[in-house]
C-alpha cells in the first residue's frame, strides 16, 4: 500500500505539477457525520486544512468568510439537495472558480449527469476507496492551480523533467 504523502507529482497537461497539500484548504458539506468524520480524517492526514460543515447554508457562511481550495459536497444535504446548491454557488461570480467534488451514493447516470451540469468537476461515488479519494482531491487542484496560472505557496510548477520553475 502507498505510503501517505503530502507532496505529490501529478501530470497536468504534459507538465508535471508538486502539489503540497500542507495548510490547503478544503471545505467538506456534507450531512453525514460518519462519512464527514472519515472523510476528514483521511484529508487531515494528507496535510489538509478541512472544515466540515452538515448543510449549505453553512457551507455558504463559511465560504463568505475565507474560500476554500476545494468544496467537496453530498448531493443530500441537511438542508436541501446538493447539487442545486452546487447551482447557485457555481452562479456565484465570486465561488464560480472553486473547483467543486461531488460526493454521493448515488451510481445514476442522470444524477451524475446532474452534478455536471450543476458545475461539479469531478464524482465519487461513496463508500469510496479513501486512495481514489485522495487522487481526486490532488488532482482537482493541480488541475485548478494549473488552469489559473498562477503559483500559490503550496503548491509549485515542475516540468516533467522535474526542474523547478
Known amino acids: 500500500m502507498p505510503k501517505l504523502s503530502k507532496s505529490m507529482p501529478l501530470p497536468v497537461e504534459g507538465k508535471s505539477i508538486v502539489f ?3 495548510g490547503v484548504k478544503l471545505l467538506l458539506v456534507l450531512s453525514e457525520p460518519v462519512l464527514a468524520d472519515l ?8 496535510g489538509y486544512q478541512v472544515e466540515t460543515v452538515a448543510s449549505g447554508n453553512e457551507a455558504s457562511a463559511s465560504i463568505s468568510k475565507s474560500a476554500p481550495a476545494l468544496i467537496i459536497v453530498d448531493t443530500m444535504l441537511a438542508d436541501g ?4 446548491w452546487v447551482a447557485r454557488t457555481r452562479a456565484d461570480q465570486s465561488t464560480s472558480e ?8 448515488d451510481t445514476s447516470l442522470e444524477t451524475v449527469e446532474r452534478a455536471f451540469h450543476a458545475g461539479a468537476q469531478d464524482y465519487l461515488i461513496s463508500p469510496f476507496d479513501p486512495m481514489v479519494m ?6 482537482r ?4 492551480l494549473s488552469s489559473a ?3 500559490r ?5 515542475t516540468t516533467a523533467q522535474g526542474a523547478t520553475r
Open 20 to 22: 503540497n497539500s500542507s
Open 39 to 46: 472523510t476528514s480524517f483521511r484529508l487531515e492526514l494528507l
Open 81 to 84: 439537495d446538493g447539487l442545486e
Open 98 to 105: 472553486i473547483p467543486v467534488l461531488i460526493f454521493s451514493i
Open 134 to 139: 485522495e487522487e481526486k482531491v490532488e488532482r
Open 141 to 144: 487542484l493541480a488541475v485548478s
Open 149 to 151: 496560472g498562477r503559483k
Open 153 to 157: 505557496p503550496s503548491a509549485q510548477r
